[in-house]
Every structure is written in structure tokens, then in C-alpha cells.
């Protein structure tokens, strides 16, 4: 193994774990900073040097991909004549046609002019002891 290499991929393990590690306290911290503001009844707290904002607001949550009530809600929004309204572009669909090749050449021909294709590159991260443990860290290249 070239000891570069081997310096490099420990360093960036490394440094990935305490972003982790980070990022973890930091929504500890958050919880933290919101039960404190709720109980103080306050959308603004001081520190030293700087204050936060907290702003609370309400966000419309709909049932997700491949639950049933997701299905119901297709129905019923076809039903009121209603779903073509909000009825989105299905890019991953679109890239699943392009990437089978499941439409005839017109077709993706035509569909050409609106897509790149872009290589990902990507890190998977395994434990030498314990191979089973894995982590993906996508990187545009």
C-alpha cells in the first residue's frame, strides 16, 4: 500500500467521523436551544457575540411514496378531476427510461437536448475488522 494513499483515506475517514460526531451534537445542542426558547416563551437567544432566531412554522406534511395513504390521496384527487394539477415531472422515472433504454430512439432522442450525463463518483467507507459496516458519501466529479 502506498503510505499516501493510505494517509489520505485515514485522514478523510477521520475528518468524516467528526463532521458526524459534529453534526450529532450540534442537533443536540438544537433541541436544547428550542426547549429553552419554548420554555423562556423567546424567538430570539443571546450568546457572547451573536443572537439566534427561532421561527416556528407550519409545514403541509403528506403521506409518503409507497404508503397507503398515498394511494387513497392519488385516488381521490383523480376522482375530483383535481390530480393533473398537481401532478409533478417524475425525473427519477425519466432517468430510469433514459438509463434502460425502455423508449424507442425517437423518443429518447427528443428527450436528449434536456439531460447531461454526469459521472458520480463515490466513497464507501468499510472498517478493515468489521466489513459489514459501511457509509456512502456521494462527490461530484
Known amino acids: 500500500m502506498n503510505s499516501e494513499n493510505t494517509n489520505l483515506v485515514d485522514n478523510y475517514i ?3 467521523s467528526q463532521i458526524q460526531e459534529l453534526k450529532n451534537k450540534l ?3 438544537k433541541h436544547e436551544l428550542i426547549e429553552y ?8 437567544l443571546y450568546g457572547t457575540d451573536r443572537r439566534i432566531f427561532i421561527n416556528e412554522y407550519e409545514k403541509v406534511k403528506f403521506p ?3 404508503e ?12 375530483m378531476n383535481k390530480l393533473h394539477l398537481v401532478t409533478d415531472l417524475d425525473i427519477h422515472a425519466l432517468e430510469k427510461i433514459i438509463k434502460e ?8 432522442y427528443k ?6 450525463i454526469v459521472k458520480i ?21
Open 14 to 16: 477521520s475528518i468524516h
Open 27 to 29: 442537533e443536540e445542542i
Open 37 to 44: 426558547a419554548d420554555e423562556q416563551k423567546a424567538k430570539i
Open 64 to 66: 409518503n411514496k409507497g
Open 68 to 79: 397507503l395513504a398515498r394511494v387513497n390521496l392519488k385516488i381521490s384527487l383523480k376522482e
Open 101 to 108: 433504454k425502455t423508449w424507442d430512439e425517437e423518443k429518447l
Open 111 to 116: 428527450l436528449s437536448n434536456f439531460y447531461k
Open 121 to 141: 463518483k463515490i466513497f464507501k467507507i468499510e472498517d478493515l475488522k468489521k466489513e459489514s459496516t459501511a457509509t456512502s458519501i456521494g462527490s461530484n466529479n
